[in-house]
């Protein structure tokens, strides 16, 4: 009996060594880290907490089951990615949107009768140079939405700026946007992205509307486990917005919302915000001082397009931005061609070159040691500067694509730079 005991006590021994074994096996085998899971902080603070807080859950549907994340790299929320929800089609939204996009016709009427006129003709027919993998997708299709996370966490992206407009308003093509976003950030939710708010030069946009619709968003979402936040270097947990083409209100008038001296300004209240404007000329360096925004970002995917967007200016940037204490966020792109929709502008083109493009804007964005970086973009069809998976398509309309490469090849060349770029950012703090 003793020696049977000692037999099993032997095997089970031998189990635990097993176990341990393949554990440390497993591990070696994971891949190296992609992507900054941590909150972000600014300046030299504690990381914020693990990412997901039950005490702010607030579903706008019954929970679902928890997603298998485990095949994808971890999110990088430090990199961003400026997402659009304004596409629709016949079968989500009775018609299509967007995808129908009209020819803009040149300035000069003369040089404007040389072009195309009206408008694109969905499916075959798209207002984009690329096709999608998806078709000509609604951005209500909560199947599209999945696939759209699944692709952004392929990429290891961790935040989508959502172009935004307030209720009942839209762009001049489109439909008004702000319904799908509980749908959009209970889907995002599952797969640990976050989400930030790209507000757009809406109707009306001012320092007083501008706090109206902040305050509403709060109030709308800022419960919400997808909202993005992270903590500044005063220890305060702020939401990040991006105010696109934020030079169209006069630096006076921001100053009066973002200014901590004015009355009406929403700082220090419940709330205040990080708010980071588009900066195109160099100029705009010291309205963006004068208004009190927090940093800058670049948008444009086009190199020597503007001050902002041409990457040999991006180390000047930083050292203004640290001289100021401005968070700079250079935008990186992989490509730019925008004929399908403003035919006349050939001249801003910017051909991919097989992922040449895109790598030379990522390593132009990490010699600047910026804060954050944003791709331009996951999904902005139009002006051909997406990453998201795009198929070749034959038909009325000669489309390009990403061949001889994969339609994922992007997405994982983002990946790529991600891990570079989570690695670069803890040597840049030590």
Known sequence: MARLRRKS????????????????????????????????????????AKEDKPELKKMSEPARAAKDLSKFPPPNYYLHAFYYIWYGNPSFDGKYVHWNHPHLPHWDAKVAERYPQGRHSPPDDLGANFYPALGAYSSRDPAVIEAHMQQLR????????????????????????????????DVAHQYHIKV????????????????????YIFEKYGDHPAFFRYRTSTGKLLPLFYVYDSYLVNSDQWAKLLKHTESDSIRDTPY????????????????????????????????????????????????????????FIPSVGPGYIDVSVRPWNAKNTRNRINGKYYETSLRAALQAKPDFISVTSFNEWHEGTQIEMAVPKTGQTVYLDYLPNRPAFYLEMTRKWAALFSGDRRRWQE
């Not at 407009?165 to 950030?185: A, F, R, S, T, W």
Request: net charge negative; aromatic share 10%; with cysteine.
């Open 154 to 185: 392929t990429a290891a992206i961790g935040v989508i700026a959502v172009s935004w407009y307030p209720p009942h308003l839209k762009d001049d093509n489109g439909e008004p946007v702000d319904d799908i976003m509980p749908l959009l950030l």
């Open 196 to 215: 930030a708010f790209h507000m757009e030069p809406y109707k009306g946009r001012d320092e007083v509307t501008m706090y109206s619709n902040v305050k």
């Open 9 to 48: 006590w032997l095997i089970l021994l031998a189990l635990v060594l097993l176990v341990l074994v393949v554990t440390v096996v497993l591990k070696s085998l994971t891949p190296e880290d992609t992507g900054d899971t941590s909150e972000p902080s600014v300046g030299r603070m504690d990381p914020v």
């Open 272 to 327: 205040d915000a990080i708010f980071i404007a588009l900066l195109v000329e160099e100029k705009h360096k010291l309205e963006v001082l004068t208004a009190g925004f927090d940093g800058v970002y670049t948008y444009f995917a086009t190199n020597g397009f503007s001050y902002g967007s041409t990457q040999r200016n991006w180390d000047a940037i930083k050292a203004f931005c640290e001289d100021n204490s401005l968070i």
